[in-house]
């Protein structure tokens, strides 16, 4: 009734089979995975310095190049331009922690723990940030 298949599957299910296309490791995966949670981070964080300069800013923008360029086999991450955001800053940095809680937590099941100490810290600056000033209203 139906005609059988005649040519090879693409899937190879049969265990010692070698196949055409790259496999990476758990590790690989989650460096790639790590670099793009911090590289959208840098991107944010670069967002943030058009808005409102600061030196604390500039400072975790150049630890988050290193540990990008560093995961990325040393490639230096592409950095926004000097262009000041449309954004809201309350919404860049609810943006930026969360992107830190996500690179936290690829960092954490890496033990990778540079990234991991970097995106709590920052997971702490963006949720001060975030805070309502309510000792510069009294």
């Known amino acids: ?23 990476r490791s758990r590790e690989e995966e989650l460096d790639i995975q790590l670099a793009g949670h911090l590289g959208a981070l840098l991107a944010v964080t670069d967002e943030l310095r058009a808005a409102a300069p600061s030196e604390d800013l500039d400072t ?17 991450p592409v950095r926004m331009s000097a262009a000041a955001s449309d954004d809201d800053p309350v919404a860049l940095h609810q943006r930026a922690h969360a992107l830190a809680g996500r690179a936290l ?34």
């Open 1 to 23: 009734m139906y005609e059988p298949i005649r040519t090879k599957s693409v899937h190879s299910t049969m265990a010692g089979t070698t196949s055409d296309f790259p496999h």
């Open 60 to 76: 975790a923008a150049e630890r988050l190049t290193v540990q990008v360029a560093r995961l990325r086999g040393g490639v230096t």
């Open 105 to 138: 937590v690829v960092a954490a099941s890496r033990a990778d723990t540079a990234a991991a100490i970097l995106a709590a810290e920052q997971m702490d600056v963006h949720a001060a940030a975030l805070e309502p000033r309510e000792l510069a209203s009294r």
